[in-house]
């Protein structure tokens, strides 16, 4: 829906990196890390500072910034009928926004060298802007956020995107971001704080395809980039990045496309039940609430415990929160065929706990192995991350949310099947090409993170 | 975005009756009121065979159909700041879906004179096919639903509209219907059971602007209507009916101006705070729960009563159900002005309990005046509807849901504003043209049922 700068991301895909407008990224994270100091150390619920925990939910005195509730699932989707599970609410809506100008007439995002707590490789490259409501109206009396006044209602840039996104709907109840990129005239000047840097998508892809570089909130906004242009304007000589370009603008995804792909997943949304109720932290069955931390008996899933956080160079100088930690690590992926010439990637409609709408289309594989006692308790098309490395395309470590989930990587990787491969395909599975899956992703609510966060890393 | 069969809906808009393809729908409403009797009689709760009433909520046996349950509420919005009620639980996701074909060259749907328990008058016009999946996977025991085979996946007509859209977010918790047409080829025999009529949208609209004789499932599925095409094939003389056409094609409403009426609605949704949470019908403020009711202790807003139905016309023979009964009328009106040359309509971004996604844009005024102790609590532009009767273009009484709501009508208004008038907004009032209200309509959980309701009668 959104047209301008359509031509202009296509093109800042493929520009080569500008020693003159950018150092090199990597030299910009290292002297970012070692400038400034901190420490995050986990420590018991209990410790926690002006965080309560009761039967209900562990809460901030204020009652803002999250809570940690309860929530009482059934569903038809999976294996698992009925469980309960804690989750974090964060009814607040978050902007997360990459600041875009034309300088020397490629498109440049701002990204900021950005420390995160939870992250194992703590900076990495953030968008321009992550704030929340309790960030900007500086309820933590914090200092202020940079650059917001170019997204905000007043002063706000020429949008070129702005879409209310859904965030992981296993651990956030409802939550949603708002991933904006706002574009300023070529010609004005826009100051350059300290750890921000104006980066070519080229670059960021380049430092997606690395792993650890770009956090999460950076790849979800990257992941909403509207691509527009004709195969002419794609001059890349790697046939796979020539196919994942040409994928991106994909004539044969038009308004009927577009409908035939909606219908399918209201079909997914009529045919999936789930209710939530949300629930105290008490009444979580197999759970265990005590001052170290709240967990399952089993010890699977994730626990939420406490840090405390000490950086010079945060809002704040130093404070405590809890975190989710997951105790096994997570695989996403997505397959993906050449389909009548074009690259299609496999999306899975799931519904989760915390969606929006109940149901999101996600990618083909997302699953943590360790959470699976029995082989045949897992989930379809497992077994193709055994397949050929040779199918492999990408493949890549990437950190999710460090503000809210420590030391949480999750394996990203891309599978390409011969295109002589028979796939079949369970009702809830359906090919799409990347135009087409964009389209969807600009409505809202119709794509999971863990899809986009793969489609940043796609290139 | 869905470009097919917009110009046909234009012209069905146009169409001269034909007494060829439909007889008098006055008389056919009459007809099917003479030929079947039915009884609808207020029972007390207590009295509701198969119905459960606890401290937790009102539930039906099997647990399906639907549940009235509790729900306590935070919010920015309107001058209360938290309250609790009771409120309609109905996770399915029902179809709404009219049935298309040209006839004689001219778009006609397939309408079916149908009784409804709550509405006062009991016969009215209403989708093709109006069925949740307990309906049609046959719960209750009963006869099949006609033409359901059109709609669902397999053996679908050609899909004209397909949209989840939300209904009344004061009374149903997150509830989302499907609104669906579908069209069968020109040539396809499409057998007429009793009770079913072809109307042209020219017909239904002097149905809808004489009111109670198209139902509100009927309503929302029309105000879904792609219309499409130019001003020359705008033929009416009547200068406000060609108002509302052109309005309906606005070509100013393209993608830039969708863009900017989705980021200033999301500057709403991030700007009104709004909590909800599900409560037990025993913990409800203010709210007395009993053998007979369950109703507000100051008898306002509304109570939920038992009624017993005897129909020979419906699915099933005889039933007793619970019902949501208003204790003040309600008002719902639409300001619209002509600016620039084009006639737009004034709507209102309001949070509601049952959203699913907090905000949702509906009509200008929409209140029960009856619940207002003092003027200086009505909300704004209440006093238009005092204004010079001149100003009224449109003026209904048209019935809610009679599946659920009992003797709920609401009387819908247009108001015109002259041209030379100015009228001051507050931050959460837009003027927009039918068109682009419409493309944001599309999107789904955009418009509210009260806006889709007045859409539609506009014409």
Same mark, same amino acid.
């Given at each position: ?157 020429? =949008? ?69 242009? *004709? ?75 406490? =840090? ?38 496999? =999306? ?22 360790? *959470? ?55 009702? *809830? ?31």
């Amino acid at each position: 829906m959104i047209a301008r700068g359509g031509n202009a991301f296509l093109a800042s895909a493929q520009a080569p990196a500008s020693a003159a407008v950018t150092p090199d990224p990597d030299a910009v994270l290292a002297a970012r890390t070692r400038a400034h100091r901190f420490a995050v150390t986990p420590v018991p619920l209990a410790a926690l500072k002006r965080w309560q925990l009761t039967d209900a939910s562990l809460t901030h005195e204020t009652g803002r910034f999250f809570s940690i509730d309860g929530v009482a699932v059934e569903t038809s989707f999976g294996t698992t009928p009925r469980w309960s599970q804690p989750i974090i609410q964060q009814p607040e809506i978050g902007i997360l926004g990459f600041l875009a100008q034309q300088i020397g007439g490629v498109m440049h995002l701002l990204a900021q060298a950005k420390m995160e707590p939870g992250n194992r490789t703590m900076v990495q490259f953030s968008p321009t802007v992550q704030a929340t409501p309790s960030n900007y109206r500086r309820v933590h009396g914090g200092r202020s956020t940079p650059y917001l006044e170019y997204f905000l209602e007043g002063a706000r840039g020429t =949008v070129l995107v702005d879409q209310l996104q859904s965030e992981q709907g296993t651990r956030y109840y409802r939550k949603r971001n708002r991933n904006m990129i706002v574009q300023v005239p070529d010609d004005e000047r826009v100051p350059l704080g300290d750890d921000f840097v104006w980066l070519t998508l080229a670059q960021l892809h380049v430092l997606l395809a690395a792993g650890d570089r770009v956090n999460m909130n950076g790849r979800t906004v990257l992941s909403c980039v509207p691509y527009d242009g *004709n195969v002419a304007e794609i001059a890349t000589a790697d046939p796979f990045r020539r196919a994942v370009l040409e994928s991106r603008i994909d004539p044969r995804a038009d308004d009927d496309a577009l409908q035939g792909a909606l219908t399918w997943l209201t079909d997914r949304r009529a045919a999936l039940d789930l209710d939530t109720r949300r629930i105290r932290l008490a009444d979580l069955e197999h759970c265990i609430c005590d001052e170290q931390s709240i967990r399952h008996v089993t010890g699977k899933f994730f626990q939420i415990i406490g =840090v405390e956080v000490a950086a010079e160079s945060r809002e704040v100088g130093a404070w405590m929160q809890p975190m989710m930690e997951p105790t096994r690590e997570g695989v996403i992926a997505f397959l993906c065929q050449r389909r009548a010439g074009v690259l299609e990637v496999l =999306v899975q409609a799931r519904a989760e706990a915390g969606f929006i709408d109940r149901v999101e289309l996600g990618p083909t594989i997302l699953f943590s192995p360790g *959470n699976y006692d029995r082989p045949e308790d897992l989930p379809p098309f497992a077994d193709h991350l055994k397949g050929p490395a040779s199918w492999v395309k990408m493949r890549a470590p990437q950190s999710e949310d460090g503000g809210r989930f420590y030391h949480d990587e999750t394996l990203h990787q891309l599978i390409e099947v011969p295109e002589d491969e028979t796939v079949t395909l369970p009702a *809830n599975y359906r090919w799409m090409s990347l135009r087409l899956l964009g389209r969807l992703m600009r409505r809202g609510y119709h794509v999971a993170i863990e899809a986009r966060s793969l489609l940043a890393c796609l290139g």
